[in-house]
């Protein structure tokens, strides 16, 4: 009895002492953790126009096309950081079933704790560590549901913001 006693206090100091310096969870989000919540496949459903001047307008996003041509458009991201964009919309600058190759990464703005979605095109025969050109989108939200990057551009002088929303497909 006295050794059960004395096996039973040994454990419960044991479970106290673990309680007691058990560490603390790191809630301030990292490159890490938006990555896994970006990795998957969406769909852009809508991009909007924030602060743009009256009459100002945007003739292509990405160095591609039109942003109607990426409405509906699914963008694979996958874990290792190779990606893709496929294309839906039919038009007269669109090419539906057209596939761009992407590489992405998340990165932290230094100083900061804002993040960055970014990506550069891979075209037929680049690698992508040779390819050293680009686009960074501050990365808004990301969950299970839904995935929002807002893109700064200067517009007459003016800083404006297309906000991309993605949802994630099942």
Known sequence: MKRTLQFFCLISMIALLGACTARQVNSTPTASSWRNGVKGQWTLNSVEKENFPAGA????????????CFIGSTWNLT????????????GSSCSPGAVRDIFWSINQDPGTTSFQFQFKKIMPGDRAKDVTAGYSLDLVSANNNGLVL?????????????????????
């Open 57 to 68: 307008s945007v003739k292509t996003i990405f160095d591609e096309a039109p942003i109607d």
């Open 79 to 90: 874990g290792s950081g190779k990606g893709s964009i496929t294309f839906s919309q039919s």
């Open 150 to 170: 807002s893109m700064p551009l200067n517009v007459n002088g003016t800083t404006s913001y297309l906000v991309f929303h993605l949802s994630k497909n099942q």
